[in-house]
């Protein structure tokens, strides 16, 4: 071989060594590209994956906020409903009452609220307050002093306050000392009964709750 052809040869040679490692590198370069490629489309799906269920979560908390708030202005609205059905009850309550002040059964009615004061009381001088349109009918009112005597146990002196007070009508009570008092007033009787039996009112005015309730085990 001359030394033409054995140049040659090596050129060759290390062209196709070059061309060789040329295109391993190539593949690997392409390897690494895809390899790269596959983990940021991967990270990417995590990535929006995760960022759906944030915002599902996010909108699921929305929702049920939203919701819960709805149900709770829902149960207020039905709460206030209900307090104002049950007040404007005692309002017409006050309002028959005040009509049938000027009726026969109203003088017995205070007549028994004021036996029933001096026997509590226990006797001795009993002073009798009411309204102004009252003070007249307590002055005609007979019998009290015997049947708060005979109550109480020991004679008693009914006297009628000079000064009325300002009630819806009933009587307010105490002995001459007025440490000792016992208040029938209607305005506090009506309260008391809005007190002590509000429930079983509501359970009146709203029967059909009452029959859903489940029945206890």
């Given at each position: 071989?001359?030394?033409?052809?054995?140049?040659?040869?090596?050129?060759?040679?290390?062209?196709?060594?070059?061309?060789?490692?040329?295109?391993?590198?190539?593949?690997?370069?392409?390897?690494?590209?895809?390899?790269?490629?596959?983990?940021?489309?991967?990270?990417?799906?995590?990535?929006?994956?995760?960022?759906?269920?944030?915002?599902?979560?996010?909108?699921?908390?929305?929702?049920?906020?939203?919701?819960?708030?709805?149900?709770?202005?829902?149960?207020?609205?039905?709460?206030?409903?209900?307090?104002?059905?049950?007040?404007?009850?005692?309002?017409?309550?006050?309002?028959?009452?005040?009509?049938?002040?000027?009726?026969?059964?109203?003088?017995?009615?205070?007549?028994?609220?004021?036996?029933?004061?001096?026997?509590?009381?226990?006797?001795?001088?009993?002073?009798?307050?009411?309204?102004?349109?009252?003070?007249?009918?307590?002055?005609?009112?007979?019998?009290?002093?015997?049947?708060?005597?005979?109550?109480?146990?020991?004679?008693?002196?009914?006297?009628?306050?000079?000064?009325?007070m300002d009630m819806l009508g009933g009587v307010f009570v105490e002995n001459?000392?007025?440490?000792?008092?016992?208040?029938?007033?209607?305005?506090?009787?009506?309260?008391?009964?809005?007190?002590?039996?509000?429930?079983?009112?509501?359970?009146?005015?709203?029967?059909?709750?009452?029959?859903?309730?489940?029945?206890?085990?």
């Amino acid at each position: 071989m001359s030394g033409s052809s054995a140049a040659k040869t090596i050129q060759q040679t290390i062209i196709d060594e070059a061309n060789l490692e040329a295109k391993k590198i190539l593949r690997e370069a392409e390897m690494e590209a895809k390899k790269i490629r596959e983990e940021a489309l991967a990270n990417s799906r995590a990535s929006l994956a995760g960022w759906a269920e944030r915002q599902r979560q996010m909108a699921q908390g929305i929702g049920d906020r939203i919701v819960g708030k709805a149900r709770n202005d829902a149960h207020m609205r039905v709460l206030d409903t209900k307090a104002q059905l049950i007040d404007n009850a005692f309002t017409e309550a006050r309002k028959r009452f005040q009509k049938e002040r000027t009726s026969a059964q109203y003088k017995t009615f205070l007549k028994n609220l004021i036996i029933s004061a001096g026997i509590q009381i226990g006797g001795s001088d009993i002073v009798v307050k009411t309204r102004k349109e009252d003070q007249a009918i307590v002055s005609e009112l007979k019998g009290l002093a015997s049947a708060i005597s005979k109550g109480a146990g020991q004679s008693a002196k009914v006297t009628r306050a000079k000064k009325p007070m300002d009630m819806l009508g009933g009587v307010f009570v105490e002995n001459k000392d007025g440490n000792i008092t016992v208040d029938y007033r209607i305005d506090t009787l009506l309260e008391r009964v809005a007190q002590q039996r509000r429930n079983d009112i509501a359970q009146t005015l709203f029967p059909l709750e009452k029959a859903a309730e489940p029945a206890s085990e």
